[in-house]
Structures are given as C-alpha cells and as structure tokens.
C-alpha cells in the first residue's frame, strides 16, 4: 500500500511541476521509480513457497554444493546498532543465490539447513573458494551411512 501510496505521489510530482520546477520532477521522477521496483519486488513473490530457494531446496538439493554466510555488524561510536548476514548458496553448475536476513536468525537457519542439505559443504575459506572455481562437483560430501540417497527419501 505504501509503495503504491509513493508511486501515486510520484506520478503527481512529475504531472504539475514538470515544466515550472525541474527538482521536483525529478524527485518525483526518482519516487516513482523506486515504488515501482518496490511494487515489483514484492508482487513477484506471493508466498514463501514461491522463492526459487525454497523450490531449489525441496524439489533439486543436489544441485546445492556449498552455503556459506557473511555477517555485518553496525558499530557506531563503538555500540552495536544492527546485525545482518548474507547467505550465499553455491549451485553446482557455478550459479549462485544470495539471500539476506537479520544476524539473530542466522544460527537458526544454518542449523535447519545443516539438516535439509547433508550432503552440502558448509563454512567458507579460500581452499573451498578455489575448489568451487575449479570442480563445483567436488565439495558435494557423500551420502551418510544409513541414509538413502534418493531424492524421496
């Protein structure tokens, strides 16, 4: 609703002052551009079943070979502000997907995943680094023992 709200206002900033005040056209071209992306963004998506993760995760496991996280923390004047991290996930066919979420849900969601994909490297360093640029295959990890290798499980 905001973004819509934005994009309406954006719209009129460029229909009355396009001619009499270059700024505000141009702060209301920059409105409306940004509500759009942000109408995009979020109608692209409808539930969490949607995102190409979640379908990636569940249905192609396999194709996942190396997930890894990075976190940011905002000290300002040496207080902690914000945590947030990245987490990227390395497809065997050298793709990749990144997704960002609050730093307090990352040892939560490394845990589920941990659990969702055994067979996935996990952590980052420079050897897997280099052993994803070369081979993407090779940091798959064999099947436990006991545990059935097919996708049904």
């Known amino acids: 609703m905001a973004a819509v709200a934005l994009l309406l206002l954006g719209l009129s900033l460029v ?22 992306r942000y ?50 996930f390395k497809l065997i066919d050298g793709e990749e997907i990144s997704v960002s979420l609050p730093g307090r849900y990352v040892r939560l969601v490394s845990k589920t995943l941990n659990r969702l994909l055994p067979e996935t490297t996990f952590g980052f360093s420079e050897e897997k680094a280099e052993q994803f640029a070369e081979k993407p295959r090779l940091l798959r990890k064999a099947p436990r023992l006991g545990e059935d290798s097919s996708p049904t499980g």
């Open 15 to 36: 229909g009355f002052f396009y001619k009499t005040s270059i700024l505000a056209g141009l702060a209301g071209l920059f409105i409306s551009v940004t509500a759009f």
């Open 39 to 88: 109408i995009y963004t979020f109608s692209a998506v409808k539930t969490p079943d949607d995102h190409p993760l979640i379908q990636l995760i569940a249905q192609e496991p396999e194709r996942i070979v190396w997930v890894y996280g990075q976190q940011t923390e905002r000290l300002p004047f040496g207080l902690q502000f914000s945590q947030s991290a990245i987490l990227y």
